[in-house]
């Protein structure tokens, strides 16, 4: 199941650039959050602080708070362990170029120390059976690598690497953007069907995804949450003028 | 009015087929010409190997240690057994130490201070003369231990590798995408693993190349060996004894008076070219053998 995250006074830095500020947010748990703004308006930092993946760059710096699950991941875990807990989706698909199907999605439990054979084909066609790639893939597994897959395969890959190794919260950031409208489809039909099991944050410039998949959307502007809202609300009728401006596409 | 266009207009007349082709045929003959010019010399090479190394060649050669001069039959088992052994010695050496060196330049140094040093220090010692690198050796190991040794042949040449080994490796890793490395850390990998396992996995195509660029070079060192190795007219393993080496006999045998001896050399030569190109196809294949379909 997922948890819920509770962020107070975010902070966050690169080198002098003063990116995120005072961010205060709760993401419930079970539920898909969408985060939108225009380029550089420091939603993807804010995902990235959300497993500590910001503080990866060696000029970021992060303070504030945030709570998954009642644990503070900045005072009381560490990066490795909170990444694990925490899975995330990049924008542009990224398999392990030199491995099989297989072994892309048993990387993560491999690479920590779990070899029975057993439990990774469970996990393996569990996983990919999630991210509806199996019948895609079944055949190929330890033959194929996963570059040798179309980009929206790679990205359901990728989602299904994240998967087995059993997240609380999944991050996405713009997981559809580098693909066809076809393969986006699929991408939203599975963030529809994993948001049961999983809490899920995805960040996205495309405002008709955001009200497809996401019950909450947050509006980030020049390192600020504007305005944070069912998607219903933010989309029909949001409470600031910056937020209006935006979805209406005055400026952005 | 449209205004007026600075692309100059399109029409048939404008397009001289016939002067194109004609300049396109030259490049492309010119671009012919240089690729023969640099292959001519290393088929005119093996050739002249062959034709002249092939009739000294049979079973003895590969089984029989030298005999005295004058006598004839004979091989060069031992300098076979001496090269392996010595040139094993220096992957063990040169190998880890390379791709230890580049792992720290590309994923750890960056472009501190300490990584600029390790870079420079890398580069100039590619540029030591062959020879030079033999008498340090033969400075530190030889001198103490009173006695040339293959342990000393393996060292030098093992050095000689770490500078290949360790810039190919730097740049392969650099290679890999930030987009892997970002994969592996979102998964909760440690960085010291995800480096040892992703990134050197991703980059390993291009280390193994320049591994074995790095080995084929030493492979026909002779100056170092000299000093070192010395060379050994009879069956030996032990590494704390002189060793025979390929590139040593021929060396002998090619500047002594006796025409049995020149044949020797020449045979010596075709078995030495031979083997740095079987081993390389080797490692080339065994290494490309675990390739998935669609992996780059």
Not at chain 2, 67 to 78: D, F, K
Request: glycine share 8%; proline share 5%.
């Amino acid at each position: 199941m997922g948890v819920g995250i509770k962020i107070s006074d975010l902070n966050a830095w690169y080198g002098t650039n003063h990116s995120l500020q005072e961010i205060q947010l709760d993401i419930p748990a079970n539920h898909a959050t969408a985060l939108i703004g225009p380029s550089g308006c420091g939603k993807s930092t804010f995902l990235r602080c959300l497993n500590r993946m910001h503080e990866t760059n060696p000029i970021a710096r992060v303070t504030g708070k945030v709570l998954i699950n009642e644990v503070d991941i900045y005072a009381e875990s560490s990066p490795v362990e909170i990444r694990r807990r925490v899975g995330m989706v990049f924008q542009r698909p990224n398999p392990f170029p030199t491995m099989s199907i297989y072994d892309n999605v048993a990387s993560g439990l491999k690479l920590n120390g779990f070899r029975s054979r057993r439990v990774l084909d469970e996990v393996v066609e569990r996983s990919l059976r999630q991210s509806a790639l199996w019948d895609e893939v079944k055949d190929d597994l330890k033959k194929k690598s996963g570059a040798s897959l179309s980009g929206g395969q790679q990205q359901r890959l990728c989602i299904a690497r994240a998967l087995a190794v059993d997240p609380e919260v999944m991050l996405m950031d713009e997981p559809a953007s580098a693909l066809d409208p076809i393969s986006t489809a699929k991408i939203e039909d599975l963030i529809f069907e994993l948001k049961s099991q999983y809490t899920i944050v995805i960040v996205t410039h495309n405002m008709q995804q955001a009200a497809r998949v996401a019950e909450n959307t947050g509006f980030f502007l020049m390192g600020k949450l504007v305005e944070f809202d069912s998607t219903h609300k933010i989309f029909t009728n949001p409470r600031d003028k910056r937020t209006e401006d935006y979805i209406t596409g005055r400026f952005g | 009015m449209a205004s007026q266009s600075l692309r100059p207009p399109l029409r048939a007349s404008n397009v001289n087929v016939f002067s194109r082709r004609i300049k396109s045929n030259i490049v492309s003959g010119l671009a012919l010409l240089a690729t023969i010019i640099v292959i001519a010399p290393l088929i005119a090479i093996l050739f002249y190997l062959l034709k002249q190394g092939i009739t000294s060649l049979n079973w003895n050669f590969f089984t029989k240690i030298p005999v005295p001069a004058g006598e004839s039959g004979g091989g060069m088992e031992n300098a076979i057994v001496g090269s392996g052994v010595v040139l094993a010695l220096a992957s063990l050496i040169g190998i880890p130490l390379g791709i230890g060196a580049g792992i720290y330049l590309a994923e750890y140094a960056g472009s501190t201070r300490m990584g600029n040093l390790v870079r420079f220090t890398a580069d100039v010692l590619n540029g030591v003369p062959s020879i030079v690198m033999g008498i340090a050796i033969y400075a530190l190991i030889v001198l103490p231990q009173k006695h040339f040794s293959a342990l000393a042949g393996g060292v030098v040449l093992g050095i000689m590798m770490v500078p290949t080994v360790t810039r190919t490796t730097e740049e392969m890793l650099r290679m890999v995408p930030h987009a892997i490395r970002e994969a592996a850390l979102g998964l909760g990998v440690p960085a010291w693993r995800s480096v040892l396992t992703i990134t050197v996995r991703t980059a390993s195509a291009g280390i193994v190349t320049g591994c074995m660029l790095a080995f084929a070079r030493v492979a026909g060192e002779t100056a170092p060996l000299l000093f070192t190795a010395f060379g050994n007219a009879f069956q030996s393993t032990s590494l704390n004894e002189p060793i025979a080496a390929l590139p040593l006999q021929i060396f002998v045998y090619a500047v002594s008076p006796y025409d049995e001896w020149h044949r020797l050399a020449w045979a010596g030569a075709l078995v030495l070219i031979v083997l740095i190109m079987a081993s390389v196809a080797l490692v080339r294949y065994v290494t490309s053998r675990g390739m998935l379909k669609g992996a780059s």
